[in-house]
C-alpha cells in the first residue's frame, strides 16, 4: 500500500476471539478466566472450585501464542 510517495504495511487485525477472552496487564502479561469452570461442579471439590475463582495469568509458553493474535498490545 502506497500512502504519500511511501511504502506503508497495512494494518493488522485483532483476531476477535482473543479479544473478548484475554486482557493485557500494565507488566505486560496475559490475563484470562479461570478455565474448567462451565459445568460439571457436582464433580469437582469444593477446595478445587474455591481456586478456580476470579482471573489467572497465563504461562509464558501461552503467552506467547496469544500475543501473536493482539499485535497492537
Known amino acids: 500500500?502506497?500512502?504519500?510517495g511511501?511504502?506503508?504495511m497495512?494494518?493488522?487485525k485483532t483476531k476477535s476471539s482473543v479479544k473478548k477472552r484475554f486482557k493485557v496487564t500494565a507488566s505486560?502479561?496475559?490475563k484470562s478466566g479461570?478455565?474448567?469452570k462451565?459445568?460439571?461442579m457436582v464433580k469437582r471439590s469444593k477446595r478445587n472450585l474455591r481456586e478456580q475463582r476470579g482471573t489467572t495469568t497465563l504461562c509464558k509458553a501461552d503467552?506467547?501464542?496469544i500475543k501473536r493474535f493482539i499485535?497492537?498490545?
Open 38 to 40: 462451565q459445568h460439571g
Open 1 to 4: 500500500m502506497v500512502k504519500n
Open 63 to 65: 503467552a506467547g501464542i
Open 28 to 30: 505486560g502479561k496475559i
Open 34 to 36: 479461570q478455565a474448567g
Open 6 to 8: 511511501v511504502i506503508v
Open 10 to 12: 497495512p494494518k493488522l
Open 71 to 73: 499485535p497492537y498490545n
